[in-house]
Antibody, heavy 123, light 107 residues
Framework: QVQLVQSGAEVKKPGASVKVSCKLS????????MHWVRQTPGEGLEWMGG????????IYAQKFQGRVAMSEDTSAETAYMDLSGLRSEDTAVYYC????????????????WGQGTLVTVSS | DIQMTQSPSSLSASVGDRVTITCRAS??????LNWYQQKQGTAPKLLIY???TLQTGVPSRFSGSGSGTDFTLTISSLQREDFATYFC?????????FGQGTKVEIK
């Protein structure tokens, strides 16, 4: 059974960076595609990016291009999401979520989710 | 970006009611459409993928239909544990956009 455990809440100042971790158990990162989604009261759920098996690389939403970096430490079964240049609008709950490592409509799903990490950006 | 519009944004219903939520896409998705349920303070949970395939473990009172631009999530007989917010998500294009959500409340 897949379990994703994320790091704790963060408070950051505008302009700073944040790194959220997501530890996987019950499976292995090399056999899954990791994605990141955030949720705000104003924008709702926003897909930030994730590994696309059909492209063979991590794809980022254009909105976050240049500010976000997603990485993995497969030896530690842990994924990371780095967001830089934080502004107040980045205050959100950030989720990691996994998808099967395959292509097509039945594979482009987020079937297991972490518990979420609240990131607050405030001066 | 593909825009996803859900309706209604909220609804009140009673236990045992049949509930229908619709999701419309700004362009054709084929069947690249998923539905999620989110309860207060928890992460979303996958209910239906590829428009109509029930995720393992999800009760059969949930069903999905549609293709192209118009999709529907139906709960055949609402149970107390179904009071939550429901989101559609398209997985056809990047970014994989979500609908704004439909909150199902107790009447």
């Amino acid at each position: 059974q897949v379990q994703l455990v994320q790091s704790g809440a963060e408070v950051k100042k505008p302009g700073a960076s944040v790194k959220v971790s997501c530890k996987l158990s019950g499976h292995t990162l090399t056999q899954l595609a990791m994605h990141w989604v955030r949720q705000t009261p104003g924008e709702g759920l926003e897909w930030m990016g994730g590994f696309d098996p059909e492209e063979g690389e991590t794809i980022y939403a254009q909105k976050f291009q240049g500010r976000v970096a997603m990485s993995e430490d497969t030896s530690a079964e842990t994924a990371y999401m780095d967001l830089s240049g934080l502004r107040s609008e980045d205050t959100a709950v950030y989720y990691c979520a996994t998808a099967p490592l395959c292509g097509g409509s039945t594979c482009r799903v987020l079937d297991d989710w972490g518990q979420g990490t609240l990131v607050t950006v405030s001066s | 970006d593909i825009q996803m519009t859900q309706s209604p944004s909220s609804l009140s219903a009673s236990v045992g009611d049949r509930v229908t939520i619709t999701c419309r896409a700004s362009q054709s998705l084929g069947i690249y459409l998923n539905w999620y349920q989110q309860k207060q303070g928890t992460a979303p949970k996958l209910l239906i993928y590829a428009a109509s395939t029930l995720q393992t473990g999800v009760p059969s009172r949930f069903s999905g239909s549609g293709s192209g631009t118009d999709f529907t999530l139906t709960i055949s007989s609402l149970q107390r544990e179904d009071f939550a917010t429901y989101f559609c998500q398209q997985s056809y294009g990047t970014p994989r956009t979500f609908g704004q959500g439909t909150k199902v409340e107790i009447k």
